[in-house]
């Protein structure tokens, strides 16, 4: 392909973007395929001979295209945001263009430059402490998602503790005392914490642990039961070096305490916090979220995503270090391929020693290019337009208190909630007949009736959503919190309107009252099994990255 061939090539790939995008809100959101579909439809092999643009973009539409789930749709309500916008559409055109590994300084100057530039503008932005900018001892760093983002900043945790609490060690005792505090290390995150905290565990090789946050906790960590969390691992034996915060889990949004538990790092000062705020950071660009960054200086690193809820394309996930030195320390490999005087005199960042690979790609530029195109108003607007939109679907449901329950305060434009199990009060089993549910709510002295009612309610919720996944109008997700069985939707991509949202309602009331009344009707009732036994294995609905 010649640079004239190219030039009719991209226009023609832009105008089918364009049309895909215009049209995205006639398209199913959920793709009819069953798995293994692409391959019928491929050959085996590669072609001897090169093809024409014509046909293989032909392929595109025919091929590919039916078999996406179309995440920028305003029918796509699932798990979190995977924003995309022209200006970040752009970046990545030239980005490719400009194509090289930047894995230092001197590959591309204006790589590793920008990207410590737009890092600190993001942090200046999101009223992140004056102590995570580059101008000081840290600064920022772009990863690919918010789960490889631990990974380093937990291995930077393990070096730093080993080190610091094995220096009084001549040299020959020191590496035996490392070996033996190994066996004994171990991280700690929420029971409500996304699971790239203890993957990155696993990868680090050392222990993980759970600290509590149910329902009478918000699902938030306290000071109270880091403490007792952190008291009970040295009673095992255990020495905790890694804790994982969360401001916004993935489940319900809830946000750990963090005035209480810094007040507790202070007797741990080798104990690295982390935050993730993979979605829910994005809302620190407006000034009524600021308030939860105020204790930020007691942590040691914070990430979040522009590409879920700040008009960005993934990946581009940004993690900020208070220390930079301590990722350089347990991170550095430098061969001698890799010296240059640049490197070697300091004066440079070089940022493969803040990540596990060694090439990076050129994604600043569409931060860049998104923070110049929406401006910090434009950003500010948008995250306050879905949180509005978030708080009248919340309305939507809360209206309908026959049919649902919010199982907790609506956050961050997401709204979780359960069906209420009503089918029991009004079964027309024969009372002669052995019935679970109609026995567990005959009486309030029978002992199980609230774990008959969540489970009945339960069954239900699941049926409902299901029902609803298998009609594809609209996509949704589950999660299962506080052994509730609860449905997921948050609207908060650039296409989502109170229109949509409304739909949506009307799509989840019209399946619920069709199950209640289908289960009415239904001699049997709806049977009632053990809840873990039904929904076994449906645990929390994660984010992608």
């Known amino acids: 392909m010649d640079s004239e061939q ?10 089918e973007i364009i049309d895909y995008y215009d049209t995205l809100q006639d398209r199913t959101v959920l793709p009819d395929v069953e798995p293994g579909y692409l ?6 092999g590669p072609p001897e001979t090169g093809e024409s643009w014509e046909d293989i973009q032909k392929d595109i539409s025919s091929k590919i295209i039916p078999g996406l789930t179309h995440w920028q749709s305003p029918n796509f309500m699932a798990f979190f945001p995977a924003a995309s916008t022209y200006p970040a559409m752009l970046a990545e055109m030239y980005s490719s263009a400009f194509t090289a590994p930047a894995f230092n300084w001197i590959c591309s100057p204006a790589v590793t430059e920008l990207e410590t530039i737009v890092l600190d503008w993001l942090a200046q932005a999101l009223h992140l402490p004056s102590c995570f900018l580059s101008t000081g001892e840290g600064g920022g760093v772009i990863q690919g998602t918010a789960s490889e983002a631990v990974v380093p900043v937990l291995v930077a945790g393990r070096d730093r503790y080993l080190r610091e609490t094995t220096k009084h060690y001549s040299e020959e005792e020191k590496e035996a005392a490392i070996a033996q505090k190994r066996g004994r290390l171990v991280a700690l995150g929420s029971e409500m914490s996304h699971s790239c905290a203890h993957k990155a565990a696993l990868v680090a090789g050392t222990k993980y642990r759970s600290i509590p946050a149910g329902r009478k906790e918000d699902f938030s960590i306290t000071g109270e039961n880091l403490r007792r969390t952190l008291d009970q691992c040295r009673y095992d034996g255990l020495e905790p070096f890694f804790l994982s915060l969360t401001l916004g889990t993935t489940a319900t949004c809830s946000v750990d305490r963090f005035d209480e538990i810094a007040e507790v790092l202070k007797d741990y000062p080798l104990l690295w916090t982390h935050v993730d705020a993979a979605y829910a950071g994005a809302a620190l660009v407006c000034e009524e979220y600021q308030h939860l960054t105020r204790h930020f200086e007691a942590f040691d690193s914070f990430d979040m995503n522009m590409h879920k809820w700040l008009l960005t394309n993934f990946d581009a996930s940004c993690l900020y270090v208070k220390r930079r030195q301590d990722l350089i320390e347990a991170l550095s490999v430098t061969p001698s391929f890799l010296r240059n005087k640049f490197s070697d005199s300091g004066s440079v960042i070089d940022y493969r020693d803040w990540s596990i690979p060694l ?8 931060i860049w290019f998104v923070l110049r195109t929406y401006g910090l108003q434009g950003l500010k607007s948008y995250i306050r337009n879905h949180v509005q939109m978030g708080e009248m679907f919340a309305g939507l449901i809360a209206s309908r208190p026959d049919l649902f329950r919010i199982l907790t305060k609506p956050a961050f ?6 069906v209420v199990g009503s089918t029991a009060t009004t079964s027309t089993a024969s009372a002669a007949a052995s019935n679970m549910l109609h026995e567990g709510f005959s009486t309030d002295f029978t002992p199980d009736s609230d774990a008959q009612a969540t489970a009945q309610a339960n069954l239900i919720t699941k049926d409902v959503y299901e029902t609803i996944l298998s009609q594809r109008e609209i996509f949704l997700t589950s ?24 739909r ?42």
């Open 39 to 44: 391959k019928k439809l491929l050959p085996d």
């Open 504 to 545: 949506a309602f009307k799509i989840i009331v019209d399946t619920t009252e069709h199950i209640l009344e289908r289960g009415r009707g239904n001699s049997e009732g709806v049977k009632c099994q053990s809840s873990k036994e039904e929904i076994n294995g449906v645990g929390e609905s994660e984010s992608a990255g």
């Open 6 to 15: 190219f030039r009719k090539a991209a226009h023609s790939a832009i105008d």
């Open 359 to 366: 090439g990076r790609r050129f994604r600043s530029l569409k």
């Open 479 to 502: 999660a299962v919190v506080d052994g509730v069985y609860a449905i997921r939707v948050v609207s908060a991509n650039p296409k989502a309107d109170e229109a949509h949202l409304k």
């Open 413 to 418: 434009a997401l709204t979780v909630f359960h």
